[in-house]
């Protein structure tokens, strides 16, 4: 069993790891951040901030949706995960309708190149 002192030594520890953490982040060090963040989830799986910061420092969008996801799955109320996973939301939906209006553009570049390829060849029999 864990003495309040080795408590609150750890408990610093930790919040000293979100610091240095924090501060990668915000160098642009993604892959040190990542390991400060995944010492602190070793010790305290259910730390919100940190699976936050995961999130931040994600390699990819679905990525960071599972770590985003699993904040909420600790604290449903959770209101920044939720934020950030809306805005990923909105970008799959923009990005989604990009798709399509660009697949419609083509198929419509598609039927008028027919449409003349079929009048150049009426035009020449």
Do not use: C, H
């Amino acid at each position: 069993m864990m003495d309040t002192g080795s408590r609150n030594a750890n408990t610093l520890n930790l919040e000293q790891l979100m610091q240095l953490g924090i501060q990668a982040a915000r160098d642009g060090n993604k892959p040190s951040a990542r390991i400060f963040f995944q010492q602190i989830l070793d010790v305290d799986t259910q730390n919100e901030r940190a699976w936050l910061g995961m999130a931040a420092v994600a390699e990819t969008q679905e990525e960071r949706a599972r770590f985003l996801f699993t904040v909420l799955q600790i604290n449903p109320n959770n209101q920044q995960a939720q934020r950030e996973l809306q805005k990923l939301r909105q970008k799959q939906e923009s990005s989604n309708t990009q798709v399509i209006r660009y697949g419609f553009m083509v198929l419509a570049v598609v039927i008028v190149l027919v449409v003349v390829v079929m009048l150049m060849l009426l035009a020449v029999g």
